[in-house]
């Protein structure tokens, strides 16, 4: 882990129903840059933004992304006012010696560091969209009589969609600079890459891990802490 590139992302300040589709965008892009077999591009237009990105074409690739992904919306609906974060990290298998025999060894070489702030839904503008259709049959059932608080509340509703068009534009505007700033980054910086030793699309294997369901860092952890005991822990007397 000592010589492992990490790529800190700036934050991404996302509503929960906005998470699922940026992190595909982010994650893929992350991913085929970094797929140096032979790889089919498959161009994906987002669903949720105005931003199309490239996917490795592996279904599988695909489908370990999507369960990830599924997993990290899992937790942030447990604690959505936290912020979050996601990591991508790839690593190369060797093969060492262990006391009953061999073992593989994972050596990380890259990590890309992905924060999610959640923003909670406008309430207002979701009450305002609720009571739309009870003003809409107002108007129909007493015109003449409504005409001056349905211009109060057009008035309003019309603010409140410039206010959520205005975060929209934001965060379109974060998403694609996060992905440019990735493309610049892979660009950037290879010289730690590992040898090319696999002809697969996907050439480096990686794994998605999020705080509260990694098995690399509490294993780590728990190792050191068993280290650190038999370190101080004092020694039998020997017997005479």
């Not at 997993?71 to 990290?89: G, I, M, N, T, W």
């Not at 979701?126 to 739309?132: E, V």
């Amino acid at each position: 882990m000592a010589n492992c590139e990490t790529h800190n992302l700036p934050v991404l300040e996302l509503e929960p129903h906005q998470i699922r589709e940026a992190l595909r965008c982010v994650l893929h892009t992350i991913i085929f840059n970094r797929a140096l077999g032979y790889v089919i591009p498959k161009d994906v237009d987002s669903e949720l933004f105005d931003i199309t990105y490239v996917q490795c074409g592996d279904p599988s690739v695909e489908a370990r992304v999507e369960s990830r992904i599924t997993d990290f919306c899992a937790q942030v609906e447990k604690r959505p006012a936290e912020l979050h974060q996601l990591q991508l990290s790839f690593y190369e298998t060797r093969r060492k010696q262990a006391w009953f025999g061999t073992q593989d060894e994972r050596l990380y070489w890259e990590t890309w560091v992905l924060s999610v702030l959640v923003l909670q839904p406008d309430i207002s503008l979701q009450q305002q969209q609720q009571q739309q259709p009870a003003v809409q049959q107002q108007q129909h059932a007493a015109p003449a009589a409504a005409t001056s608080v349905s211009s109060q509340q057009q008035q309003q509703l019309a603010g409140n969609t410039q206010v959520r068009a205005a975060r929209a534009a934001r965060l379109q505007a974060a998403l694609e600079e996060q992905l440019a700033l990735v493309v610049r980054r892979v660009n950037d910086r290879r010289d730690h890459l590992p040898p090319v030793l696999s002809s697969a699309a996907v050439t480096f294997p990686f794994d998605i891990t999020f705080s509260g369901s990694s098995t690399r860092g509490s294993l780590q952890g728990g190792l050191q802490a068993v280290g650190k005991m038999l370190l101080k822990a004092t020694p039998p007397p020997v017997l005479g």
